[in-house]
Each structure stands twice: as structure tokens, then as C-alpha cells.
């Protein structure tokens, strides 16, 4: 009888315990992940990089270059054929054929009306006119100005979930401002529904992360010292992140100088043309690259003060912003969502 009640007395104990080892044996024979790197160009001319982690170390390499050209077929200015150049060239509405003009029209929209105007994607003719385009003249006069503003406009462009249409005949749009921050979030999309969590997508310096490294830290990004030369690089601060995306933008490459005037490519909507203010650099953080991508355009546009007025109002932005203080030195603005993700800055506020 002892015997008996000690068994059903230790029974449930060893069945735990059975159960127990089972479940670790079956966790050390599943395999660890493996990290796929994929690398390739987009856009023309801009490079995309893609590392996840997944069981079986599949490549999705093929199908991620086959979606961003279907993706540019759609949005890419310089392909005469794609949806984007027959709305352009054409005098009134346009009916879409793919699944992706509608939401970067929706997402510019946004960002249009909460910047007051700032983020425009109709403002691309002004940016060719002052040579940062495919017309390489550069400081247009004040009346070639003035007849540029009558095409630019966002609240112009009407558009529903069917088709886009422009108030004006020669209004262009032009994504080139969220191109790369929407192909990041493009690829991410696809790579999640092949039940990938952990990963990063870069194109052209935006990027979005997903879960975390095989190792469990968090992906890093790094921001760029505004002061280097034009061909130089040298890393300001290092952020750590995960589930979060990020796009910089910055006039403190692309500029040239006529007549003793410094002309940066960020051309103002409002004024038609570039920007004057002390903000060199606004890294944006949002929950996708294409809001980031656009936020920050519009940060260049607005400056420091304004820009810090935005964020104010919009709890899902986090921003690194770099500008020059009054004393001539490089000085940085960091929003409180994203401070303790930083990990190291030369510049202070």
C-alpha cells in the first residue's frame, strides 16, 4: 500500500518532469536562425540592402527585385511609361493600374496638411528650375518664379481610391521626397507576410527595423556629422532601434553656390524657392519609413522651431535634428521618445 500511494503520490511530479525534458530536447534540436543579406540597386541608381533572420536561410533576393520594379513601373518619374509620367503628361485624371499610387497620395496628404503646406510633392518644376532636376540651369529670376508657382499646390491634385486628378494642365507630381522611405516599407510588407519578424530593409540611407538581431540586441543606424566635406563620412550618433523606422534628410550635400549665394535643393512651396534657416540635418522616427521619409522633408522645410511645433502634436514622431547655434557651432535637438535609444553624440543642445 506504500508503495502504491508513494507512485500516486510522485506520478504527477514525474510526468512534469517527463514533459519537462521533452520540451528541452525539442528546443535544442530546433534549428537556430539564419541571417539572409541581400543587396541590389533600385531607382536607377540608389542601393537597397535587406538582412532577416529565418529558419530555413531562404533568399528572397528574385522576388524583392521583381517588387521594387513593379514598384517603379508605378512611381518612378524617369520611366515614360510608368503611372506616375502618364499622370504627369497627361492634362487631367489618371485611373490607377497598380496598388501603389493611391497610398503614397494618401500618406503625402497627410504630411501635406498636418506641415501646413511644407511636405509638396507638387513642387518638383521649382527644384528642377533651380538645377536640382533634370534641367540643370540653376537661380531662375523672380517672374520664370512666379509662373512655377501656378503648378505648384498640393491641395490642387484630387484624388480618391479609383483615380488622381490635377485642377491645372502641367501640374507634376513628384514622390521623390518618400520614393525610398515607401519602397523600404514595400519590402518589409513583403517579407512579413513570409513570416519573417526580425529585419531590416535600407534603401538609400532610409531604413525600417523589425523585431530585433539574432542575438537579441536591437538593429543600430547610424547619423551622419553634417561639417564633413561632400565626399566625406563620419558618424555623429548611433541610434539603437526596433519595430521603428527612420529617414534623414539634409542640405548640407546638395547645394551649389552662384554669385556668392548658397543654394540648397530644399525649395519652399510657399516661397518657391530654397530654403534659408540653420537646420542642417532632421532624422525622423516613425512607424513607417514612407511618413518618416516625408516628415523629415518637410522638418528641412519648416526649421528647427517650426518643426519642433509639429512634433508636438503628433506622439508617433520622434526626430534627431541637427542644426548650426548662433555661436557657429553644431548644436542637436532630440525628441524624448527616441533620447534613450541614442548611444553616443559629440553634439550637444
Known amino acids: ?26 528546443q535544442n534540436t530546433t534549428p537556430p536562425l539564419q541571417m539572409v543579406e541581400i543587396s541590389g ?62 497610398p503614397v497620395l494618401a500618406a503625402s496628404k497627410e504630411v501635406y496638411e498636418k506641415s501646413g503646406g ?9 527644384v528642377n528650375a533651380f538645377g536640382f532636376g533634370p534641367d540643370k540651369s540653376m537661380a531662375p529670376d523672380s517672374s520664370k518664379v512666379d509662373s512655377l508657382m501656378v503648378l505648384v499646390g ?12 490635377k485642377e491645372i494642365s502641367g501640374m507634376k507630381l513628384d514622390f521623390s521626397a518618400v520614393a525610398k522611405g515607401y519602397a523600404v516599407d514595400v519590402v518589409a510588407s513583403f517579407l512579413e507576410t513570409k513570416g519573417i519578424k526580425n529585419l531590416l530593409v535600407e534603401i538609400g540611407g532610409e531604413l525600417i527595423c523589425k523585431g530585433t538581431k539574432n542575438d537579441g540586441n536591437p538593429w543600430r543606424t547610424a547619423i551622419e556629422d553634417p561639417e564633413v566635406g561632400a565626399y566625406e563620412r563620419k558618424v555623429l550618433t548611433v541610434v539603437h532601434m526596433n519595430d521603428r523606422a527612420v529617414a ?19 525649395i519652399n512651396p510657399a516661397t ?32 528647427v522651431e517650426k518643426a519642433k511645433e509639429v512634433l508636438s502634436k503628433d506622439s508617433t514622431l520622434d526626430a534627431y535634428l541637427i542644426f ?21 553624440s559629440d553634439a550637444k543642445d
Open 154 to 165: 498640393y491641395n490642387k491634385i484630387h484624388f480618391d481610391e479609383k483615380k488622381v486628378c
Open 41 to 102: 540597386m533600385t531607382m536607377g541608381t540608389i542601393g537597397y540592402s535587406v538582412k532577416y533572420f529565418n529558419e530555413t536561410g531562404e533568399n528572397y533576393g528574385v522576388e524583392i527585385d521583381s517588387l521594387l520594379k513593379v514598384w517603379n513601373l508605378s512611381l518612378s518619374t524617369y520611366i515614360p511609361s510608368s503611372e506616375i509620367s502618364r499622370f504627369n503628361s497627361g492634362s487631367d485624371c489618371f485611373v490607377f493600374e497598380s496598388k501603389y499610387f493611391y
Open 1 to 26: 500500500m506504500e508503495i502504491k500511494n508513494l507512485i500516486k503520490r510522485f506520478y504527477p511530479l514525474a510526468l512534469i518532469l517527463a514533459v519537462f525534458v521533452v520540451w528541452k530536447m525539442r
Open 272 to 303: 518657391g524657392y530654397p530654403v534659408m534657416h540653420n537646420l542642417l540635418s532632421a532624422s525622423v522616427f516613425a512607424d513607417n519609413c514612407m511618413r518618416a521619409d516625408a516628415y523629415a522633408t518637410a522638418f528641412m522645410v519648416l526649421g
Open 118 to 126: 511644407a511636405f509638396d510633392p507638387t513642387v518638383g518644376p521649382l
Open 324 to 344: 548650426s547655434g548662433e555661436d557657429g557651432k553644431i548644436h542637436t535637438y532630440t525628441t524624448e521618445g527616441i533620447a534613450p535609444q541614442i548611444e553616443t
Open 248 to 266: 534623414t534628410s539634409g542640405n548640407y550635400r546638395n547645394y551649389y553656390v552662384k554669385d556668392g549665394r548658397k543654394y540648397v535643393h530644399t
